[in-house]
């Protein structure tokens, strides 16, 4: 029964240093990802949608190949 105790102690003593560790990603630099990556399709809109054009293309003329 004690050492039940010491393990629930310990699980629980690990779950709080868990819930406090600041070291992982903020929220911060993932709306900065975010906005960066925004910025990015802004810029680099038309040749992403040619880019997306192109290929399906390419996947419509293999699928008619295909079945006919």
Known sequence: ???IKD???KM???IKNFWNDESGMG???IILII???IGLVI???QQISGLVEDI???IKNDATS???
């Open 56 to 58: 399906f293309k390419v």
């Open 35 to 37: 906005v960066v990556l």
């Open 1 to 3: 029964m004690r050492k």
């Open 7 to 9: 393990n629930l102690k």
């Open 27 to 29: 929220t911060v630099e």
């Open 12 to 14: 629980a003593q690990g």
């Open 43 to 45: 810029v680099f809109k």
């Open 66 to 68: 295909v079945t006919g």
